[in-house]
């Protein structure tokens, strides 16, 4: 099987002769600052137990645990990928009229 590339990821097959491998010291600083940027950290969080509860009943909709659904929701608002679904329909009802 071969998997289709996004368009970035052609641009780095197309020119991946003009690359040069690094030395092992620098790779392994490179995977030391990507391993420290996975790091995960327990925090305290208290929320209200209806947010709980719905947020414990999308996650089982889900399947996948609360914690995993919870951590998802925080990287993607903080990577500006949270999308806010009334704005997005806001948007196409102004597209709609124009």
Known sequence: MNPKLD??????ED???QYKPVS?????????????ANEKKSISLRLKTNDL???????DIEGLPYQTLLS???????????VDKRSILKSMEILKAS
């Open 7 to 12: 368009k970035y990821e052609q641009e780095i």
């Open 15 to 17: 020119n991946v002769s």
């Open 24 to 36: 092992a010291k620098e790779k392994s600083r490179v995977e030391a600052i990507i391993d420290k």
């Open 53 to 59: 509860e719905q947020l414990k009943r999308k996650a």
């Open 72 to 82: 998802s929701i925080v990287h993607k608002f903080v990577t500006d990928q949270l």
